[in-house]
């Protein structure tokens, strides 16, 4: 068993010495270290305690070098907090032991040092101090271990508490991590003559082979991996819980900065906004205001962003937000991954919390249906989870693949709750082509349906007269909202709901009625009357409108009104028919057409019509399918029965 083991605590109260001896190995490597006997970097020795071996991670105490101990904290499975027996608890011990919180780091033990320099009351009254400290916290029930790295007091024991603590966190420990995809936050970067680049992380989840592709997040390309050392001997495999140095071909070591992350490639999304939960500490002395601006600390990376607040204008200490945040660059991030913010003045820690999305889209205000689904984000049941991450990205182009680090779920349960969620239609398949199909949420399609919806209520405004849209005008400004068979989707769901009419002559909602006057509708009825009149010689729009004396600019409306009510045929873009004399022109031709056929001269002469109005009727006859061509004849087609 391998975990990543750390230390925490106060600058001058031991941690390096306490590392050097129990390995043997000075984590200090900087001239500017050991001339000024402080740790500045991170420092790394290895531990093997036989059944269990532990890579460590030694960080900074000094409060000018919080951004080194949080990078350090990143990925740690055990943490010892390091209290001076003769110097007690401290400013930087109290903000570490909150950063540990924040950071969610499963377990530790309390080590008291330089117990040869106090006497025994006065390190009892240090350990209930510290007891008093870590009250509340994961530490609450860890063991406190009196040591002295001058004259070996205690190191024994420390060595076997490490041990058992390390045993029931492995007992307790999510057997999934292994099998999640890997993941490296990188904390040191150089180049080893005739080898090249060289990069060092703490593995968080998964493993890696020597031949491996994977990305350099978040705004790298694809790097090999070459070589593996794992506390300097070359080895084929590491794995989550290691630390490990990767050889890479594919990028130079100067062009890599600490921040950066490798990781499988397809399985994560980098992104600029992140959504979070976020918490202040309960005892800050003021609140926490809309576009506060903070330094989030994120793997083992640093940014200056903004607080939105989401769902309020401020948050007081101790509460518990939603938050966005916008980043001056891409960070890749995973839900759940947990964060610290820290203000500049006075430098200090003022919360954390955990990423739940890089995907939601920017809200200015939350609905009640997105706050719904973001808290569902928070849910313990990797199903509402998954649907939650699903609905919140909306139209966004996801894979499968990529759903591991969006919601928490492993990789070999979502395949499974994605057919459950297609049975229970929460889960929408739309086909795009022969080789393109996506997945959305049944909200998401809602969310769109009652967008169109709003899109016709504005449009049915500006044409108070018509019952019935221009299917093709409508569709065309809507198309921003995604692909043609996404729309299609959501128009035959509002048809099946009754929502909304769609007809050969257009497109409407089904809760709207035309709005015309009193001497609209007479002359409404004036046109009706004079397209029956006219039989299969119709009157043009033109003529219609040169033969009204009053309300002419209606004329044009009232007839699109008339076609969308079935009073008239629209039979070309210059040919209107009453539907009386439509339906007698099918019924006078029907036995002919199935007898053998007729030419367009012979249905002119039978309907007693000129060609002007013959032709553009054949082919309207053509497109309804009630006749179909043979050769210079049309027969009857399959919808003339």
């Given at each position: 068993?391998?975990l990543?083991l750390?230390?925490?605590?106060h600058?001058?109260?031991?941690?390096?010495?306490?590392?050097?001896?129990l390995t043997?190995?000075?984590?200090?490597r900087?001239?500017?270290?050991?001339r000024?006997?402080?740790?500045?970097?991170?420092?790394?020795?290895?531990?093997d305690?036989?059944s269990?071996?532990?890579?460590?991670?030694?960080v900074?105490?000094h409060e000018?070098f919080v951004?080194?101990?949080?990078a350090?904290?990143?990925?740690?499975?055990m943490?010892?907090?390091v209290?001076a027996?003769d110097d007690?608890?401290k400013?930087?011990?109290?903000e570490h032991?909150?950063?540990?919180?924040?950071?969610?780091i499963?377990?530790g033990?309390?080590?008291?040092?330089?117990c040869?320099?106090?006497?025994p009351?006065?390190?009892?009254?240090?350990?209930g101090?510290v007891?008093?400290?870590?009250r509340?916290?994961?530490?609450?029930?860890?063991?406190?271990?009196?040591?002295?790295s001058?004259t070996?007091?205690g190191l024994d024991?420390?060595?076997?508490?490490?041990?058992?603590t390390?045993?029931?966190?492995a007992a307790n420990?999510?057997?999934?991590?292994d099998k999640?995809?890997?993941?490296?936050?990188?904390?040191?970067?150089?180049?080893v003559?005739?080898?090249?680049?060289?990069?060092?992380?703490?593995?968080?989840?998964?493993?890696?082979?020597?031949?491996?592709?994977?990305?350099l997040?978040?705004?790298g390309?694809?790097v090999r991996?070459?070589?593996?050392h794992h506390?300097d001997?070359p080895v084929?495999?590491?794995r989550?819980?290691?630390?490990a140095?990767f050889n890479?071909?594919?990028?130079?070591?100067?062009?890599v900065?600490?921040?950066q992350?490798?990781?499988?490639?397809?399985?994560f999304?980098?992104?600029q906004?992140l959504?979070v939960?976020?918490?202040?500490?309960?005892?800050?002395?003021?609140?926490?205001?809309?576009?506060?601006?903070?330094?989030l600390h994120?793997?083992?990376?640093?940014?200056?962003?903004?607080?939105q607040?989401?769902?309020?204008?401020?948050?007081s200490p101790?509460?518990?937000a939603?938050?966005?945040?916008?980043?001056?660059?891409?960070?890749l991030?995973a839900?759940?991954?947990?964060?610290?913010?820290?203000?500049?003045s006075?430098?200090?820690?003022i919360?954390?919390?955990?990423?739940?999305?890089?995907?939601?889209?920017?809200?200015?205000?939350?609905?009640?249906?997105?706050?719904?689904h973001?808290?569902?984000?928070?849910s313990e049941?990797?199903?509402i989870?998954l649907?939650?991450?699903?609905?919140?990205?909306g139209?966004?182009?996801?894979?499968?693949?990529e759903?591991?680090s969006l919601?928490?779920v492993p990789?070999?349960?979502?395949?499974p709750?994605m057919?459950?969620?297609?049975?229970?239609q929460s889960?929408?398949?739309i086909?795009?082509s022969?080789?393109?199909?996506?997945?959305?949420h049944v909200?998401?399609l809602?969310?769109?349906?009652?967008r169109?919806?709003?899109?016709?209520?504005?449009?049915?405004?500006h044409?108070?007269?018509?019952?019935?849209l221009d299917?093709?005008a409508?569709?065309?400004?809507?198309?921003?909202?995604?692909?043609?068979e996404?729309l299609?989707?959501i128009?035959?769901?509002?048809?099946t709901?009754?929502r909304?009419?769609?007809?050969?002559?257009?497109?409407?909602?089904?809760e709207?009625?035309?709005?015309?006057?009193?001497n609209?509708?007479k002359?409404?009825?004036?046109l009706?009357?004079r397209?029956?009149t006219?039989?299969?010689q119709p009157?043009?729009v033109q003529?219609?409108?040169?033969?009204?004396?009053?309300?002419r600019e209606?004329v044009?409306?009232?007839?699109k009104?008339?076609?969308?009510?079935g009073?008239l045929?629209?039979v070309?873009?210059?040919m209107?028919?009453h539907?009386?004399?439509?339906?007698?022109?099918?019924?006078?031709?029907?036995?002919p057409?199935?007898?053998g056929g007729m030419?367009?001269?012979q249905?002119?002469?039978?309907?007693q019509?000129?060609r002007?109005?013959?032709?553009?009727?054949c082919e309207?006859?053509?497109?309804?399918?009630?006749?179909?061509?043979?050769g210079?004849l049309r027969?009857?087609g399959?919808?003339?029965?």
């Amino acid at each position: 068993m391998e975990l990543i083991l750390g230390t925490a605590g106060h600058i001058d109260h031991g941690k390096t010495s306490l590392i050097r001896a129990l390995t043997g190995t000075d984590t200090d490597r900087l001239p500017e270290e050991k001339r000024r006997g402080i740790t500045i970097e991170l420092g790394y020795a290895w531990l093997d305690m036989g059944s269990v071996q532990f890579g460590i991670v030694d960080v900074p105490g000094h409060e000018k070098f919080v951004r080194q101990m949080l990078a350090g904290a990143t990925g740690m499975d055990m943490v010892m907090l390091v209290v001076a027996a003769d110097d007690s608890v401290k400013q930087q011990t109290r903000e570490h032991l909150d950063v540990l919180q924040f950071l969610r780091i499963p377990a530790g033990i309390v080590v008291l040092t330089k117990c040869d320099t106090a006497d025994p009351d006065w390190i009892t009254l240090v350990e209930g101090e510290v007891r008093e400290l870590v009250r509340g916290t994961f530490l609450h029930d860890a063991p406190v271990v009196r040591t002295s790295s001058q004259t070996g007091l205690g190191l024994d024991t420390l060595r076997r508490v490490l041990v058992e603590t390390a045993q029931r966190l492995a007992a307790n420990a999510d057997s999934e991590r292994d099998k999640l995809a890997f993941r490296m936050p990188i904390d040191r970067s150089f180049s080893v003559a005739g080898h090249g680049t060289v990069v060092t992380g703490s593995i968080g989840s998964g493993r890696a082979h020597v031949g491996d592709t994977f990305w350099l997040a978040p705004d790298g390309g694809e790097v090999r991996v070459r070589g593996l050392h794992h506390h300097d001997r070359p080895v084929d495999e590491v794995r989550r819980g290691q630390r490990a140095a990767f050889n890479l071909v594919g990028v130079h070591h100067r062009t890599v900065r600490p921040g950066q992350e490798l990781c499988e490639v397809g399985s994560f999304r980098a992104s600029q906004l992140l959504t979070v939960q976020l918490q202040l500490l309960p005892h800050l002395a003021r609140p926490l205001k809309h576009r506060a601006t903070v330094r989030l600390h994120l793997g083992t990376d640093e940014w200056i962003t903004r607080i939105q607040l989401l769902d309020r204008t401020e948050v007081s200490p101790g509460e518990t937000a939603l938050v966005q945040m916008m980043l001056p660059r891409s960070a890749l991030v995973a839900w759940g991954q947990p964060l610290v913010i820290r203000q500049s003045s006075p430098m200090c820690t003022i919360g954390g919390g955990r990423v739940l999305s890089p995907s939601v889209p920017a809200w200015r205000k939350l609905t009640a249906r997105s706050l719904q689904h973001l808290d569902n984000l928070c849910s313990e049941q990797p199903e509402i989870r998954l649907a939650a991450v699903i609905q919140l990205m909306g139209l966004q182009h996801w894979d499968v693949q990529e759903l591991e680090s969006l919601s928490g779920v492993p990789r070999r349960q979502i395949e499974p709750l994605m057919s459950q969620m297609c049975a229970e239609q929460s889960l929408v398949q739309i086909v795009h082509s022969a080789n393109r199909t996506s997945m959305l949420h049944v909200d998401t399609l809602a969310d769109i349906g009652d967008r169109f919806e709003q899109h016709l209520r504005r449009a049915h405004r500006h044409h108070p007269r018509s019952s019935l849209l221009d299917r093709s005008a409508v569709m065309d400004r809507f198309r921003f909202d995604g692909d043609p068979e996404i729309l299609q989707e959501i128009v035959a769901r509002l048809v099946t709901q009754g929502r909304l009419r769609w007809t050969r002559s257009g497109i409407g909602l089904t809760e709207f009625a035309p709005r015309i006057s009193t001497n609209e509708k007479k002359l409404y009825e004036v046109l009706i009357q004079r397209f029956q009149t006219a039989g299969l010689q119709p009157p043009t729009v033109q003529e219609c409108r040169d033969a009204t004396t009053r309300n002419r600019e209606a004329v044009e409306d009232l007839l699109k009104l008339a076609v969308a009510e079935g009073d008239l045929i629209q039979v070309s873009a210059e040919m209107l028919l009453h539907a009386q004399v439509e339906r007698d022109a099918r019924e006078l031709l029907r036995a002919p057409l199935r007898s053998g056929g007729m030419s367009v001269s012979q249905i002119r002469e039978l309907l007693q019509t000129s060609r002007r109005y013959a032709v553009p009727f054949c082919e309207y006859l053509d497109r309804a399918g009630f006749t179909v061509r043979a050769g210079d004849l049309r027969v009857l087609g399959p919808a003339g029965g």
